[in-house]
């Protein structure tokens, strides 16, 4: 248990359907992060939120609309997805706002189906 | 844009063998980070490396940062079958905020 809780574990969905991966971490951090695992791919950073500011969206499609209503919450609404798009998304935290020089701490994850 | 590359993608050992995962940069990193993740896992935070030519030791597992800070290495010695999962470097040039992921490798043991 690593304080970051991600929910649901598991999603399948149309393309037509609409919903929202949560995420929670307990451990007092400033910076959390949206990624995206596919087979025989690197992780691809979406989304980062730092003092629940975003300051990173690396070209993510519309689709996708990230929402971080505290420090503790972050959450990924889904709209209109492709079959492209199922994978397992991992959801992080850090302690240092910069991200890139402190461990990040990752959720279960949410394995996405779209149909 | 910076580039990292991770090899091998894939390695198969019997227990008891060692094996070795590199890590190698196209640009002077800040900063490197290692994780596992079991299969059916999550990545989990292993080690970072800051200093040129930094070796630092967990038990079985020696990680290594080149002297250029352009490649990393991550050595385990005797596998178990506790090993198995995939590697991942995670590099910082220190332009930005985020981490470039290494494709990863990933390790299966036989018993």
């Known amino acids: 248990e690593t304080g970051v809780t991600q929910t649901p574990r598991h999603l399948v969905m149309g393309m037509t359907n609409k919903k929202s991966l949560k995420c929670e971490q307990h451990l007092g951090h400033n910076a959390m992060y949206w990624y995206k695992q596919s087979a025989k791919k690197p992780l691809e950073l979406m989304f980062v939120y730092s003092l629940e500011e975003r300051v990173e969206n690396n070209s993510v499609p519309s689709r996708f609309s990230p929402e971080c209503p505290n420090s503790s919450h972050l959450f990924l609404h889904l709209h209109t997805l492709q079959p492209e798009d199922s994978a397992l998304y991992l959801c992080a935290s850090s302690q240092d706002p910069a991200g890139a020089y402190n461990e990040q701490f990752f959720g279960p994850g949410t394995r996405l189906t779209v149909l | 844009g910076q580039q990292v590359m991770q090899i091998p993608q894939y390695q198969h050992v019997q227990e008891g063998e060692d094996f070795t995962t590199y890590c190698n940069s196209s640009?002077?990193?800040?900063?490197i980070q290692w994780y596992k993740q079991r299969p059916g896992g999550h990545p989990v935070f292993l080690i970072q490396?800051?200093?040129s030519g930094e070796v630092k030791k967990q038990k079985r597992l020696t990680f290594q940062f080149g002297e250029a800070k352009k490649n990393s290495s991550l050595h385990i010695t005797a596998t178990q079958t506790t090993d198995v999962g995939t590697y991942f470097c995670?590099?910082?040039?220190?332009?930005?905020?985020?981490?470039?992921w290494g494709l990863g490798t990933s390790l299966a043991v036989n018993p």
């Open positions: 640009t002077t990193l800040s900063n």
């Open positions: 490396l800051v200093k």
């Open positions: 995670a590099l910082n040039a220190g332009n930005n905020r985020k981490l470039i």
